[in-house]
């Protein structure tokens, strides 16, 4: 590899990261919100658009830079996909931050910050880089969480949050380093043993356990999900819905390719755990979904089953690794639509409230006080439960083709049997929104129109691409096939 | 213009209905009626103009999503295009129906009246199976609003009810769906959701037997047959009165369609070794349903259990495996549409007059509401199967089908008549006959609006019941088609 083309490959990475400096400077100058804020879009936008640029240097599918990443269309799309989520983020944390705090420009540090991580995520193919990125994801994270510095529930949150994750971090570090102990490489298409067998190899197995258990903390995925719902729910909404979106994609964009890259899932110890954590959180994360009140725990419970369906995606890559990214690129597109849109519904209702708005009853009626925000709110819905007319549908008929590709029934049971029951709580969110109103509720007028358009964009996606995901189905399976897999 | 268009004419005056409502307040009501009778139009000029050379009134094919071998396939045979009639007619009936009833969001209530319709009108025409899905999925999504929305005192649990279990089965189907597509793509190497690729897959039985399966839960949950039933007394007792008509009238019957036009096609000898199982279970039906409507006090739920009965005759015609027991059952369909479709709206007016479903309360109406009685009267003993009407051509043809495949079953579907009679009646006696309640309000009879439905409603039993012949013949094309072994 050239050293031009290393950096024309690398564009992303490097705007992303002058633009961080330029915010900080800017920053560091006079503090003025708009200032940050268009100079954050910007960035972002720009960054977004380097992609097209970059995209040309991967003549054959693949640029490797250094041994730390190997970049290509995939990555690339995943990028994409984050930057999107942070773009909306910072469209709707600029009103939150409006409304509610003090000190508003560092959001937008710490917003680039945690996207940089995320970019770097899907190209890693080394335990370095791996733990980098996901460290500055979560390093950002924690401040974000606390950005409401006066309020309690963001603190402890916050705590949870910092505590709980960076256990997950040891115990993925450790098994890193258990693993290197067994092949001599951090590399992970080198991470087998050096005798290349994998039975017996009682080092590589326990460092692999830690290693997604590590994993499986950062996923929420049971039996490690137990900080989700009370960070989820003490998060200001806008930074819920970018920790369940661009901090959970990033993750899974990277341990799919250690799957692929290193053939992890050679060993059936590590297959059967995975079956058994996935079966676990369908299940689990969307039997407790049941008994909550609180929309962001609804969703908290909600997103550890999506996970827990994303799994069966990665299980799939032993013996289709191309549809496995298929399937994982474009459950994740869709993932990010609903998630996000469900957030920033209640992001944007709570623009004029004192607190923000957390029970289900909040929105009864929602959509007679409020229609837009309504109608997304239900789409959100309907889609996270995967029914028709929405993207959530193409998603859950890919896991379907994924699953019964592997031939893995089992999964395909638990997937049944965990829509099943989301389809219960999913359903209340549409009902409570629908029924009449109760008459002392107040109108939600005077939002601002940018969340709207925001919503409203998320919501008509969400539909298009699930009525018509021709061209997103094509331009995914076209860059999976150059990527060589 | 293809008949086709029916679809997207009725989606987008479903949303000019809505928008309609902020010039004036029955405006939605109007235009909902308009589409609806120029539908029905539509649908009848097709039908005499006949079928082009393939037997078809219509078709359109066009790719989708490529990829999967996903295409939009819409094909109208004999049998679709009857129910299609069948469809829009009964959206007048609906329309007219709760003209009055709903007080508030009139746009939006004509909104998801219209929509339910095209998907069902999708649901009859489309022969890809995702296709066919996506349809089954999205008819569901407006009737949970109607139910959700403008439902009776328990809404919330019926409409609930009603979402989990069709939605529930609707997983199970699409897990066939995709297993069905999966196996015939690696014994044939296409990968395609056409459904006259899929007949041909090659499966071995016990696959077949599990595809199969899947597919006919989704389908008897939806006919409604005994076990999965429970559904169905709520949702019909809690949903508005156009509700009511649309969900017995014709959601019941893309359950009995997707039997005739999938499972039966798709697994034909795996059906033919479960016939004594689907028989079974529609008699089962018969009785079970029957003997429940009996022990109903509820006007509407009387009917809705009654409907279960007569859905077991489907069953049991389906699986008697020869052409009379499907053209019966077809017929069935039909006929069930229409004298049910009547019950539900005669439910809905007791309801608006007496705001109560309670027989208790009722008694006597004749004399309060003779035309009310009168037509009460023709739609039970239609529903009873009284010869001339309907309802007795579809059970008649069911019953001369099941004798030859086993009389056993035939004579305990025969003792189901007879229940039929003993609710039916007791329905008449306990509402409009007997002593008059002296707690009655004074009550308006029927008036021009509902008279004029009622009695396009009877001329369309009277026809079925003395000229059955001109149905037959519109689904004889596919009927023959079926490779009945005896």
Redesign the interface.
Known sequence: MSVATMFQAGLPYLVLTSGILVVMIGVAIKRTHAVAAVLTIITLLVTILSHILAYGALNDGVVEITSLFKVDGIAYLFNVLFLLAALVVAFLGSEFLNQRIRFKEEFYLLLLCATLGSIVLPASVHFASLILGLEIIGISLYAMIAYPEKARPPLEASLKYLVLSGVGSTALLFGMAMIYAGSGSLEFAASLPADGSIEGQYLYLIGNAFFWSGIAFKLSLVPFHIWTPDVYHGAPSIVTGFLATVSKGAVFAVVFRYAIEGNVLDSGSVQLALTLIACASMVIGNLLALLQTNLKRILAYSSIAHMGYLLIALLLVESNSAFGYETVVLYLIAYFLMTLAAFGVVSVLSTHQEHELNTIDSVSGLFWRQPIAGVVLIVAA?SL?G???TIG?VA??YL??AG??GGMWFL?GAL?VG??IG??YY??I??TV??KAPDDSEAFTGLPWTGLGILTFLGVCMLVLGI???FL??LI?NVVQIAGF | MSLLWLIPLLLVAGVVAWLSERVRTTLPNWISLITFIVATLWVTVVWFSGPDTNGLYANWVQ??????GIDFRFEVDGLSLMLIGLTTFLGVVAVVSSWTETKTRHGFFQFNILWVMAGVVGVFSAFDL?LF??FW??M??PM??LI??WGHEDK?YA??KF??FT??SG??M??AI??LV?FNASSSGSLTFNYFELVNADLDSTTAKLLMLGFFIAFITKLPSVPVHTWLPDAHTQAPTAGSVILAGILLKTGAYGIIRFVITLFPDVSQDFCVWGMSLGVVSILYGGYLAYSQTDFKRLVAYSSIAHMGFILVGVYSFNKLGTQGAIITMIAHGFSTAALFMMAGSLQERLHSREMSKMGGLWVRAPRMGAVTMFFVIASVGMPGLGNFIGEFLVLIGAFQKSIVLTVFATIGIVVAAVYGLSLMQRSFQGVPNPNVPKMRDFAFREMSVMVLLMIALVWVGIYPQSLLRMSDTFVSMLEFVS
Do not use: G, T
Request: net charge positive.
């Open positions: 309907i439960a029914i028709p007319l549908f859950k008929f379907f083709l019964i590709d395909i049944v829509s099943a389809i219960y359903l209340r549409v009902f629908i029924k018509y995901p021709r189905i094509n399976h | 790719d989708w999503i490529p990829r999967f995702f899905f996506f999925e999205v569901l999504i949970y609003f959700a929305i919330e409409s609930m979402f989990l939605q529930i997983l199970l699409l897990v995709v297993a999966w």
